[in-house]
């Protein structure tokens, strides 16, 4: 039972540049949530995906936007990176409208802008 | 102010010993509530859930207060390998969104 997947594991990039991040969910869940971890904090709610639409969005600036195919699988993109998006980018996956049941974390993309 | 604070540590504590965390939240509409854990440069792992009645998983005893919007977590018998960040997360009124606490760092000694 494979668990969620992410690609690349690392990335870096150069201030201004455009990033994709990509992520598949666990076998069996439809909902995907992306979280920004920046380095000595907890991980920060961005948005979460459901039947490929936006649900729910964090305090997250439009640069960051979105994607969920019929696979259920998604996409992060981050438009003109900033010093600051430098973080650990987490995935998490779950069955929507029974998130109570669990969320199980991808290994994370570590992403440096330089 | 934090939706969710923590005390970041670190706790230096020797093997054996009990230890506990505490987190308090600012959302009284909250719904859910729990820890994970969370090893040096890994994604978070689930702990336990934490209910108002009080729940135990071994060595781990957790306790929520409502009331209080405050959340513990205690370990007994420390182990070595219990070092690691412990990270207090409430859900909001739907449940489909998690606030983490920024963490609380546990270092446990030989």
């Known amino acids: 039972d494979a668990g969620v997947t992410q690609s690349p594991t690392h990335l870096i990039k150069t201030r201004g540049q455009q990033v994709t991040l990509r992520c598949s969910p666990k076998s069996g869940h439809d909902t995907v949530s992306w979280y920004q971890q920046a380095l000595g904090q907890g991980p920060q709610f961005i948005f979460q995906?459901?039947?490929?639409?936006?649900?729910q969005r964090g305090n997250f600036p439009d640069r960051f936007s979105g994607h969920q195919f019929p696979n259920y699988s998604s996409e992060l993109n981050v438009n003109a990176l900033l010093l600051g998006d430098s973080a650990l980018y987490l995935c998490a996956s779950s069955l929507y409208r029974r998130e109570l049941y669990g969320y199980t974390f991808g290994s994370g993309t570590r992403l440096t802008v330089v | 102010r934090k939706e969710v604070e923590q005390d970041p540590g670190p706790f230096n504590v020797p093997e054996g010993a009990t230890v506990a965390f505490n987190c308090t939240y600012s959302?009284?509409?909250?719904?859910?509530f729990f820890w994970y854990r969370q090893d040096c440069r890994k994604e978070p792992k689930l702990l336990m859930s934490v209910y108002s009645s009080g729940n135990e998983d071994g060595r781990f005893t957790a306790q929520l207060n409502r009331a209080s919007q405050y959340i513990s977590l205690l370990i007994r018998d420390s182990k070595l390998s219990d070092s690691a960040t412990y990270l207090c997360v409430v859900t909001n009124n739907a449940g489909n969104m998690l606030t983490f606490g920024g963490g609380t760092r546990l270092m446990v000694k030989p």
């Open positions: 959302n009284s509409a909250s719904q859910s």
């Open positions: 995906y459901y039947e490929e639409e936006e649900r």
